[in-house]
């Protein structure tokens, strides 16, 4: 792994690409990235930046490593080749205050623990105080409406509830950036949509940064700033769109949108390409 | 209180165990079965009454539940403990799990002549007995327990950054809780089969000598009465557990029937 | 390379313990045994026949024990499985009778047969029963109720149906029930033995035991053991190789 601390250094072939948020203030820096399992290639030559408060989407077909960037990304996979700095640092491990929302939140919640409960889980893990605990907790859950089910054990609820569990549960630990794997891909479409604009009222609210895996392109259009199309086989970044739709975004008008409906259709053709 | 439904099919259901009873009854009343084998419900309970009033039904109870209770008590812990260092590592996994699959098919009752052997016929040999023979399920279901906590829950501990010790004691401990109570509860049924074997072996009091000394004699009353004994113990300690399992695991989903 | 790293325990184990007995000196006929002496208890019971004696008399009593519990408890099963009324009326019964330990119907047994096989195969059947016919049971009512649809729709008749639809799709579970029975059976006969009844192989270990022949007694504890994991693994594989296409292994108590 080669170091880098610099966030435009221009390298030969290596030019990172940036956005507009992040020509201000780039949070995550990958250059050359890349990945192998055993001999084969799954990431290779990623390179991006992301700016603090950017949402960024990352999109691409079946298999082309999306999922296995983000988890780069939260420092539970190591990269084989590049880097990843976080903060201008490298990094090697999670970082505290990264979070992740998986998507299969079932697996992703403590089944024994209440709603409450498992919020707590992170400030504990942060040693929070008790005392503080209890009051973090009430205002977590009803930030994302689930008040009312304090009590409740993820058994005991539906799954966009329990996919807002995991979400109250990330912002415990008061992340800078939140990473989330299709984290509405196993819900219906009221509830995703309902979701959606609950992500971005949070996101903007409290300048979270965002990286967005999904295979909805529309989905990924709607909510990003950035959107990165992968291409398999290996994964590489084939194309950084700038998504120039106003915000706040709105399910009804912005789908709507002349810019909207180019944008779809281009990442249509591409994810054409490749199915 | 139950649903007026099922209500009326608990009283229906106890009334058909009643019923059989009453059969009972009436086949030892005519002497279709010699009263030598199969003494009526009358006389068995008259032998409960009699040994309920001096006293020796507790005392008998006492030592078999006391016996049984001691030794799974410490087979748990034991249990338990090896079971969650074991079962966290993979490394110790590897190295001693084969072991444990070979020793696994012996039936416990056949340690009893070493432990004769080794103990004599006292009291230590049957707790000796009875905590080596229910410490495997334990050990068994604890070790699966652990090592099969989901990743997803490791990943999630990771981001986190949970220390050493709390994930342990906050993920794995709880995630392996249904494998372990599950194991305790099959410890327990064997800790009552071996206790009784034990003390069928070695006559050193307690329900078990009681009905075999009972059998020997040709009185047929008390072994019946023993028997009944033994039952409600097995019955009343399985169905305690169950609820304890129950109230510890209320957060899992409602089973699929 | 992972098998062999789980043989070392078992291997130095024994090591270990051939060291310590040659260290202490031990005799035949002291409390303890070493392997070697062990191995040669046990070449010698071969030769002599006691073994296989005692072996046969176990096993013939477990086999037919379990032939009697698993016929009775799989015909249970399918009467309480197919007949659900019936099943909750005896609901409360079956409750009661379950807990009982098998081996609190031996001195019963022991007055009606006396010693012997009939007391052994009574006992066993009795503890065979209860678990066939629960497991039984519990798969009858699993099959789903979209082949009992297809069964009406034909119009088979009870007879066809329990034939053609019922018990092939319960088979895989009755043959974990008997597997799980079989070693129930083991078990049982070998506490029998231990207990009261004298002959087999429990009853070889005892008299070996009170006699003083640690190195018999060891040999036959061994035997014992291995016996009951050749018996899983044959029923293992019997299983896989009938029904290569069920995942049961969840249903192990």
Same mark, same amino acid.
């Given at each position: 792994?080669?170091?880098?601390?610099?966030?435009?250094?221009?390298?030969?072939?290596?030019?990172?690409?940036?956005?507009?948020?992040?020509?201000?203030?780039?949070?995550?820096?990958?250059?050359?990235?890349?990945?192998?399992?055993?001999?084969?290639?799954?990431?290779?030559?990623?390179?991006?930046?992301?700016?603090?408060?950017?949402?960024?989407?990352?999109?691409?077909?079946?298999?082309?490593?999306?999922?296995?960037?983000?988890?780069?990304?939260?420092?539970?996979?190591?990269?084989?080749?590049?880097?990843?700095?976080?903060?201008?640092?490298?990094?090697?491990?999670?970082?505290?205050?990264?979070?992740?929302?998986?998507?299969?939140?079932?697996?992703?919640?403590?089944?024994?623990?209440?709603?409450?409960?498992?919020?707590?889980?992170?400030?504990?893990?942060?040693?929070?105080? *008790?005392?503080?605990?209890?009051?973090?907790?009430? &205002?977590?859950?009803?930030?994302?409406?689930?008040?009312?089910? &304090?009590?409740?054990?993820?058994?005991?609820?539906?799954?966009?509830?329990?996919?807002?569990?995991?979400?109250?549960?990330?912002? &415990?630990?008061?992340?800078?950036?939140?990473?989330?794997?299709?984290?509405?891909?196993?819900?219906?479409?009221?509830?995703?949509?309902?979701?959606?604009?609950?992500?971005?009222?949070?996101?903007?609210?409290?300048?979270?940064?965002?990286?967005?895996?999904?295979?909805?392109?529309?989905?990924?259009?709607?909510?990003?700033?950035?959107?990165?199309?992968?291409?398999?086989?290996?994964?590489?970044?084939?194309?950084?769109?700038?998504?120039?739709?106003?915000?706040?975004?709105?399910?009804?008008?912005?789908?709507?949108?002349?810019?909207?409906?180019?944008?779809? *259709?281009?990442?249509?053709?591409?994810?054409?390409?490749?199915? | 209180?139950?649903?007026?439904?099922?209500?009326?099919?608990?009283?229906?259901?106890?009334?058909?165990?009643?019923?059989?009873?009453?059969?009972?009854?009436?086949?030892?009343?005519?002497?279709?079965?010699?009263?030598?084998?199969?003494?009526?419900?009358?006389?068995?309970?008259?032998?409960?009454?009699?040994?309920?009033? @001096?006293?020796?039904?507790?005392?008998?109870?006492?030592?078999?539940?006391?016996?049984?209770?001691?030794?799974? $008590?410490?087979? @748990?812990?034991?249990?338990?403990?090896?079971?969650?260092?074991?079962?966290? @590592?993979?490394?110790?996994?590897?190295?001693?799990?084969?072991?444990?699959?070979?020793?696994?098919?012996?039936?416990?009752?056949?340690?009893?002549?070493?432990?004769?052997?080794?103990?004599?016929?006292?009291?230590?040999?049957?707790?000796?007995?009875?905590?080596?023979?229910?410490?495997?399920?334990?050990?068994?279901?604890?070790?699966?327990?652990?090592?099969?906590?989901?990743?997803?829950?490791?990943?999630?501990?990771?981001? $986190?950054? $949970?220390?050493?010790?709390?994930?342990?004691?906050?993920?794995?401990?709880?995630?392996?809780?249904?494998?372990?109570?599950?194991? $305790?509860?099959?410890?327990?049924?064997?800790?009552?089969?071996?206790?009784?074997?034990?003390?069928?072996?070695?006559?050193?009091?307690?329900?078990?000598?009681?009905? !075999?000394?009972?059998?020997?004699?040709?009185?047929?009353?008390?072994?019946?009465?023993?028997?009944?004994?033994?039952?409600?113990?097995?019955?009343?300690?399985?169905?305690?557990? @169950?609820?304890?399992?129950?109230? !510890?695991?209320?957060?899992?989903?409602?089973?699929?029937? | 390379?992972?098998?062999?790293?789980?043989?070392?325990?078992?291997?130095?184990?024994?090591?270990?313990?051939?060291?310590?007995?040659?260290?202490?000196?031990?005799?035949?006929?002291?409390?303890?045994?070493?392997?070697?002496?062990?191995?040669?208890?046990?070449?010698?019971?071969?030769?002599?026949?006691?073994?296989?004696?005692?072996?046969?008399?176990?096993?013939?009593?477990?086999?037919?024990?379990?032939?009697?519990?698993?016929?009775?408890?799989?015909?249970?099963?399918?009467?309480?499985?197919?007949?659900?009324?019936?099943?909750?009326?005896?609901?409360?019964?079956?409750?009661?009778?379950?807990? /009982?330990?098998?081996?609190?119907?031996?001195?019963?047994?022991?007055?009606?047969?006396?010693?012997?096989?009939?007391?052994?195969?009574?006992?066993?059947?009795?503890?065979?029963?209860?678990?066939?016919?629960?497991?039984?049971?519990?798969?009858?009512?699993?099959?789903?109720?979209?082949?009992?649809? /297809?069964?009406?729709?034909?119009?088979?008749?009870?007879?066809?149906?329990?034939?053609?639809?019922?018990?092939?799709?319960?088979?895989?579970?009755?043959? /974990?029930?008997?597997?799980?029975?079989?070693?129930?059976?083991?078990?049982?006969?070998?506490?029998?033995?231990?207990?009261?009844?004298?002959?087999?192989?429990?009853?070889?270990?005892?008299?070996?035991?009170?006699?003083?022949?640690?190195?018999?007694?060891?040999?036959?504890?061994?035997? /014992?053991?291995?016996?009951?994991?050749?018996?899983?693994?044959?029923?293992?594989?019997?299983?896989?190789?009938?029904?290569?296409?069920?995942?049961?292994?969840?249903?192990?108590?």
């Amino acid at each position: 792994m080669t170091a880098t601390l610099h966030y435009l250094d221009r390298r030969d072939g290596h030019e990172p690409v940036a956005g507009a948020k992040t020509k201000r203030n780039p949070l995550i820096s990958l250059k050359g990235v890349g990945l192998n399992f055993g001999s084969h290639e799954v990431l290779r030559d990623i390179d991006v930046e992301i700016g603090e408060g950017e949402f960024v989407c990352v999109i691409g077909p079946s298999g082309c490593g999306k999922t296995t960037l983000l988890r780069i990304l939260a420092g539970l996979i190591r990269a084989s080749r590049g880097s990843v700095s976080y903060r201008g640092q490298i990094q090697t491990e999670p970082a505290r205050d990264i979070a992740i929302v998986f998507q299969d939140y079932a697996n992703a919640l403590l089944p024994w623990r209440t709603a409450s409960a498992n919020v707590s889980l992170a400030l504990e893990a942060a040693g929070t105080p *008790r005392a503080e605990r209890k009051d973090r907790i009430a &205002a977590l859950l009803e930030k994302v409406g689930l008040s009312k089910h &304090a009590d409740k054990y993820p058994s005991e609820m539906s799954g966009g509830m329990q996919q807002r569990l995991q979400i109250a549960r990330c912002l &415990a630990q008061n992340p800078s950036v939140i990473l989330m794997d299709e984290p509405f891909g196993a819900l219906d479409a009221m509830t995703r949509q309902k979701l959606q604009d609950e992500i971005l009222s949070i996101v903007s609210d409290s300048n979270v940064t965002a990286f967005f895996v999904t295979h909805d392109l529309e989905e990924a259009i709607y909510l990003g700033d950035r959107v990165i199309a992968l291409e398999p086989n290996p994964g590489r970044i084939a194309e950084l769109i700038d998504v120039p739709l106003a915000r706040p975004r709105n399910q009804l008008t912005t789908r709507e949108e002349p810019e909207f409906l180019a944008l779809r *259709r281009k990442l249509f053709d591409f994810v054409m390409r490749y199915e | 209180m139950m649903r007026p439904v099922n209500l009326a099919w608990f009283v229906a259901s106890l009334m058909v165990t009643v019923l059989l009873v009453a059969v009972w009854q009436w086949i030892s009343n005519h002497g279709y079965v010699s009263k030598v084998f199969l003494p009526g419900p009358d006389r068995a309970w008259a032998a409960l009454m009699r040994d309920y009033g @001096s006293g020796k039904l507790f005392t008998e109870v006492g030592e078999t539940l006391l016996r049984m209770a001691l030794g799974w $008590l410490v087979a @748990s812990v034991i249990g338990i403990a090896l079971g969650a260092v074991i079962g966290i @590592s993979p490394v110790a996994r590897t190295w001693i799990a084969p072991s444990l699959e070979l020793i696994r098919p012996l039936p416990a009752s056949a340690i009893a002549p070493v432990a004769i052997v080794f103990l004599g016929m006292t009291d230590n040999m049957i707790l000796l007995l009875i905590a080596f023979g229910s410490i495997w399920p334990m050990l068994l279901t604890t070790i699966h327990g652990f090592s099969n906590v989901h990743p997803r829950l490791d990943e999630v501990a990771r981001v $986190l950054r $949970l220390g050493r010790l709390e994930r342990i004691y906050k993920i794995a401990l709880p995630a392996a809780m249904p494998d372990i109570l599950g194991g $305790l509860r099959l410890g327990l049924t064997i800790a009552l089969i071996l206790a009784v074997v034990g003390e069928m072996i070695t006559v050193q009091g307690g329900l078990g000598s009681r009905i !075999l000394l009972a059998a020997r004699a040709f009185r047929a009353p008390d072994i019946f009465a023993g028997v009944i004994m033994l039952g409600l113990i097995g019955l009343v300690t399985n169905v305690a557990l @169950s609820a304890l399992e129950r109230r !510890l695991l209320r957060w899992q989903p409602a089973a699929a029937v | 390379m992972k098998a062999l790293k789980g043989f070392a325990l078992p291997i130095a184990f024994l090591v270990l313990w051939q060291v310590w007995a040659m260290v202490v000196g031990l005799h035949s006929d002291t409390l303890g045994a070493a392997p070697v002496d062990i191995a040669v208890a046990f070449l010698a019971g071969i030769r002599d026949g006691s073994i296989l004696d005692a072996t046969g008399m176990t096993l013939t009593a477990a086999a037919g024990g379990l032939a009697m519990g698993a016929a009775l408890g799989i015909l249970a099963g399918f009467l309480f499985g197919l007949l659900p009324p019936l099943s909750r009326l005896s609901r409360i019964t079956v409750e009661v009778l379950r807990p /009982v330990p098998a081996v609190a119907i031996l001195p019963i047994a022991l007055l009606v047969f006396g010693f012997g096989y009939a007391m052994e195969i009574a006992i066993i059947a009795f503890a065979c029963f209860f678990p066939v016919m629960l497991l039984t049971e519990a798969a009858i009512r699993q099959i789903t109720p979209r082949l009992m649809e /297809v069964a009406r729709v034909m119009r088979l008749s009870s007879v066809q149906r329990t034939s053609k639809i019922v018990f092939p799709a319960v088979l895989p579970r009755l043959f /974990v029930a008997f597997r799980l029975a079989a070693g129930v059976a083991l078990i049982v006969s070998v506490t029998v033995e231990i207990a009261a009844n004298p002959q087999g192989l429990g009853y070889r270990l005892m008299l070996a035991g009170q006699s003083l022949r640690p190195a018999d007694m060891f040999a036959t504890l061994f035997w /014992v053991g291995l016996i009951g994991w050749a018996l899983n693994w044959a029923l293992v594989r019997t299983e896989k190789k009938l029904f290569p296409f069920h995942s049961l292994r969840r249903i192990e108590e």
